[in-house]
């Protein structure tokens, strides 16, 4: 059974930063595409970040230049490092792996 379980989410100030992990167990991690979404309340959710098995990164417009993702093969973790953090970003992020299993998500708050 695979599980993906996010963490790293909170409150914190506009231009802060914070880092979300996402840990899969449960599948074979290093071969599967991993994704970071988030939705913020009355939206849809979106698309943030992915990164494929060979490390090849994809950012939506929003992030670019202040989120990294990145992944860790031996720890069957996936990173999301958000920089100069705006109030936009607030939302609850999720992470799926291998394009079909969803996290429980993580709230990250970005106010003054």
């Known amino acids: 059974q695979v599980q993906v379980v996010e963490s790293g989410g909170g409150l914190v100030q506009p231009g802060g930063s914070l880092r979300l992990s996402c840990v899969v167990s449960?599948?074979?991690?290093?071969?599967?595409?991993i994704d970071w979404h988030r939705q913020a309340p009355g939206k849809e959710r979106e698309l943030v970040a992915s990164?494929?098995?060979?490390?090849?990164?994809n950012y939506a417009d929003s992030v670019k230049g202040r989120f990294t993702i990145s992944r860790d093969n031996a720890k069957s973790t996936v990173y999301l490092q958000m920089n100069s953090l705006k109030p936009d970003d607030t939302a609850v992020y999720y992470c799926?792996?291998?394009?079909?299993?969803w996290g429980q998500g993580t709230q990250v708050t970005v106010s003054s």
């Open positions: 799926r792996f291998d394009n079909q299993y």
């Open positions: 449960g599948s074979i991690f290093s071969i599967a595409t």
């Open positions: 990164i494929t098995m060979r490390g090849i990164t």
